[in-house]
């Protein structure tokens, strides 16, 4: 027994070719949308490539972007068969390739799926890389003079004006750094000598004297509304890239949804067409269906076929090995 099986005259193949037709259409601006997300994605991450602990964070970007074109080419090509299923004559060139276009979208819907998924799971690696590249990077704020690594004290301070963040888990990170070059530093002042002195890595810290109560008068640090962004920039810019790859993720859905949609529909169009009562009559009735038995017959049908395909496999390697025995 067909699933979902629905009865068609030519006033109803008509119109649901034009429904798809249209909704085609719309999956190709779905499409646009995905590779335009997954375009900007990319250029937010290269604006602060210098703070990434690696090139892995460009995947899923670059599987945004190519899951967009490729909807675009296979809505583009399921929006010219339904326009050439209006006319018998046209949709003749599509019936031997359709069956392989169908199941090309189901593999591209399943794509789809995972490429959700990793967009909801990127929070995670990237919490990671940032982490290990923020730590670099204030480590490398003060070579304003090193080749590659002059830019970095702009990044890091744009960054964090932008963001209003400090530090990597927190400002209190800064104090554990030298941040400022030694091409600045008086060797001659005691205090600078004392500073290096007391560090064990001979590094000149500094804290500004925030941690610092007796250096204020009637301050303590714990209770006072301090003058810094307490937030660390890698909260901050995980946030900022994870609502933006969990907004493209529920778009990677709804585009899947509608791809579905069209699926099933492009699916009716096939087979409604391919039952006709009378072929050399369009205007006559058919049937159309989404699975010409029910899901578990054809789960079945599956498993058996790829049962007899292993054998066939098995019985032909037999054969061979017999046969070279036979040679030998």
């Not at 997300?37 to 210098?50: A, T, V």
């Not at 901050?236 to 790859?245: D, E, I, K, N, Q």
């Not at 791809?259 to 009378?278: D, E, K, P, W």
């Amino acid at each position: 027994m067909a699933l979902m099986k629905v009865k068609f005259d030519l006033k109803k193949r008509v119109k649901l070719a034009q429904m798809l037709w249209l909704m085609y259409w719309f999956s190709i601006m779905a499409g646009v949308l995905v590779f335009s997300m997954g375009l900007f994605f990319k250029m937010e991450l290269r604006k602060r490539s210098e703070l990434m602990d690696n090139n892995e964070s460009h995947f899923v970007p670059n599987i945004l972007i190519g899951v967009g074109l490729l909807a675009c080419f296979l809505n583009a090509c399921g929006g010219k068969i339904c326009y050439d299923s209006l006319d018998s004559t046209k949709f003749v060139k599509w019936k031997s390739i359709l069956k392989p276009f169908l199941i090309c979208c189901l593999f591209f819907n399943f794509l789809l799926i995972v490429t959700a998924v990793m967009c909801f799971a990127t929070r995670i690696p990237l919490e990671f890389t940032l982490a290990e590249g923020l730590k670099n990077g204030m480590k490398y704020y003060k070579d304003t003079d090193t080749p590659g690594r002059c830019y970095m004290k702009r990044t890091l301070d744009l960054m964090q004006t932008e963001f209003r963040c400090c530090g990597n888990s927190n400002y209190k990170d800064w104090f554990e750094i030298q941040w400022v070059s030694n091409r600045y530093l008086d060797f001659s002042s005691k205090e600078v000598k004392d500073r290096i002195s007391s560090n064990v890595d001979g590094k000149y810290l500094m804290d500004g004297q925030i941690t610092n109560n007796s250096a204020h008068y009637s301050y303590d640090q714990y209770i006072e509304e301090l003058n810094i962004w307490k937030r660390g920039c890698r909260d901050a810019l995980v946030s900022y890239y994870g609502g933006m790859m969990n907004t493209i993720g529920i778009l990677v859905l709804m585009v899947t949804l509608l791809q579905i949609a069209v699926m099933i529909g492009l699916q009716y169009v096939n087979t409604s067409l391919s039952t006709l009562v009378n072929p050399e009559d369009p205007e006559s009735e058919s049937e159309g269906w989404i699975l010409e038995k029910t899901v578990k017959e054809t789960f079945t049908d599956i498993m058996a076929k790829m049962k007899a395909m292993g054998k066939g496999n098995q019985v032909d390697e037999e054969a061979n090995e017999e046969a070279v025995a036979t040679v030998s």
